[in-house]
């Protein structure tokens, strides 16, 4: 995160440092009042970036303690992007191509054990899709699908590997051949729109004959 600009920025800080805290106590680290604080925090849990509990404990009306919730991360520094890349880096310069290709094949792996699992007894190709896309999207991938009579069409909105996509173009390919494998050998899977390749999102047209 950058410098503070505003007390919502600070109270998330203090949040993050001081762990779950009351309007009050956040408010007299800051030199916020009480009243401002609340109101501060009710933005941000409108937001979805805080949350409140009830504190028992003393006379009268519980207080109510206040802490991060999980998508406030975003609001933090996260250099998950630059250590992958690294490690592709790394990876490559140790091992070789061929090296990197066995670790892309190897998460390949694991993501079609993972996947088959998940998708069960679901033999319709429509409810295969669907619930790969329901996947997808609890991995970030904001993934939706689509059917267009002649075929269905999976949507992926968001990349959250993009920067290790775009410093290891076989992990897209990887994931092609992922979906080609879990849907069948009777299924076609073409990648019609490319994030990497300058697209705004990643489509992917599945048919059968």
């Known amino acids: 995160m950058t410098a503070p600009r505003n007390s919502s ?3 998330l800080i203090e ?3 001081g762990g779950p805290q009351t309007a009050s106590q ?13 109101q501060q925090l009710l933005r941000l849990a409108g937001a979805g ?8 404990g003393g006379v009268g009306r519980p207080a109510q ?6 998508c406030s991360r975003s609001h933090f520094p996260d250099s998950h992007a630059d250590l992958a890349v690294q490690l592709i880096d790394g990876v490559r310069a140790v091992f070789g191509e061929h090296g990197l290709q066995q670790l892309i094949d190897s998460r390949q792996q694991c993501l079609l054990q993972s996947y088959r699992a998940a998708l069960g007894d679901a033999t319709d190709l429509r409810e295969r899709v669907a619930r790969l896309a329901q996947l997808r999207t609890e991995e970030g991938y904001m993934a939706r699908w689509e059917d267009r009579g002649d075929a269905l069409l999976l949507i992926e909105d968001h990349c959250p590997i993009d920067c290790a996509a775009r410093a290891c ?13 879990l849907l069948g050998d009777g299924v076609r899977v073409e990648r019609s729109e490319h994030i990497v390749a300058g697209a705004r999102r990643c489509t ?3 048919s059968a004959p």
Do not use: N
């Open 15 to 17: 949040l993050k440092r």
């Open 169 to 181: 173009q076989p992990l897209c390919q990887s994931e092609q051949a992922l979906f080609q494998t």
């Open 9 to 11: 920025d600070r109270i």
């Open 204 to 206: 992917y047209r599945i």
């Open 26 to 38: 956040l408010g007299a680290v800051l030199g916020i009042s009480a009243e401002g604080t609340r």
């Open 65 to 70: 303690l206040w802490e991060l919730a999980a």
């Open 49 to 56: 970036l805080v949350t409140a509990s009830s504190q028992a």
